[in-house]
């Protein structure tokens, strides 16, 4: 089992950046295949980036796709992702979740360990 617990959210600028953390607890946080979803009001939960369990393998959404990088260091259980030149479209609650699966997935429902979200507004 792994909990997993976000932070890095806030308010920011258009053209701003963010940095997201997600630590994993958990001695198997290596074998997990990792995700970051958002989910703005009113909308479904989408899928932003993600990253296999030896990191060499990652997929990004067109909608952020060359404004971030997701990272992870199994040494010390942590999730990252770097958003560039952030848009108010990005407004969201950010997720970060775990699936047991071994090539990048990009649907939700395939993770099944959820962090509880952080906020990420930008303001115009």
């Known amino acids: 089992q792994v909990q997993l617990v976000e932070s890095g959210g806030g308010l920011v600028q258009a053209g701003g950046s963010l940095r997201l953390s997600c630590a994993a607890s958990?001695?198997?946080?290596?074998?997990?295949?990792m995700g970051w979803f958002r989910q703005a009001p009113w909308k479904e939960r989408e899928f932003v980036a993600a990253?296999?369990?030896?990191?060499?393998?990652?997929r990004f959404a067109d909608s952020v796709k060359g404004r971030c990088t997701i990272s992870r260091d199994n040494a010390k259980n942590t999730l990252d992702l770097q958003m560039n030149s952030l848009k108010p479209e990005d407004t969201a609650v950010y997720y970060c979740?775990?699936?047991?699966?071994?090539?990048?997935?990009?649907?939700?429902?395939?993770?099944?360990?959820w962090g509880q979200g952080t906020q990420v507004t930008v303001s115009a």
């Open positions: 979740a775990a699936s047991g699966g071994t090539v990048v997935i990009t649907n939700p429902r395939m993770y099944r360990y």
């Open positions: 958990g001695r198997t946080f290596s074998q997990y295949l």
């Open positions: 990253i296999t369990w030896s990191g060499g393998s990652t």
